[in-house]
């Protein structure tokens, strides 16, 4: 079995978003729903009907993100209303990896978004804009990062 790439996952609705926080749960740290529900200090029941439905309350999105480890539903949040979220920087160096992982983005990105306009009926316009947001996110963050480095935080 392959294991999903979580930095190049976007949700496409909200009972995506929440799925992909509980799959992320069940993957990384697995963690079964009624452990989840237990650190969110709701019940299982209760949140099997919320992700379900995807009415899971607004104000407990932050503690289910947190009790899963990932920031899905916020993330498609925020896109749902136009805007970008992006990683807060600490300052940190980069490393040959981020490059590396950069440049991959970019190529994969720029060939979908090449296609796209080659052929727009044919091309996934999801995909491309995935890939594009999720270059744009790293872009972003490269570009606080730069900004932060002359003042990294301290770890706690």
Not at 85 to 99: C, Y
Not at 113 to 120: H, S, T, V
Request: glycine share 4%.
């Amino acid at each position: 079995m392959n294991r999903r790439n979580w930095k190049r996952v976007h949700p496409n609705s909200l009972v995506d978003a929440l799925r992909l926080c509980k799959e992320f749960a069940q993957e990384k740290s697995n963690l079964s729903i009624e452990r989840i529900a237990d650190r969110m200090g709701a019940s299982h029941d209760s949140l099997y009907k919320w992700l379900a439905t995807g009415r899971l309350p607004a104000i407990l999105i932050p503690a289910f993100e947190h009790a899963c480890g990932c920031h899905f539903a916020s993330c498609w949040l925020a896109a749902s209303a136009g805007k970008l979220a992006i990683d807060m920087p600490t300052g940190r160096t980069a490393t040959q990896t981020d490059m590396v992982e950069l440049n991959s983005c970019f190529g994969a990105a720029l060939q979908l978004l090449a296609d796209f306009y080659a052929a727009p009926g044919k091309a996934d316009a999801a995909e491309t804009l995935a890939a594009l947001a999720s270059h744009l996110q790293q872009v972003a963050w490269h570009h606080a990062n730069v900004s932060q480095h002359a003042t990294p935080e301290l770890d706690f």
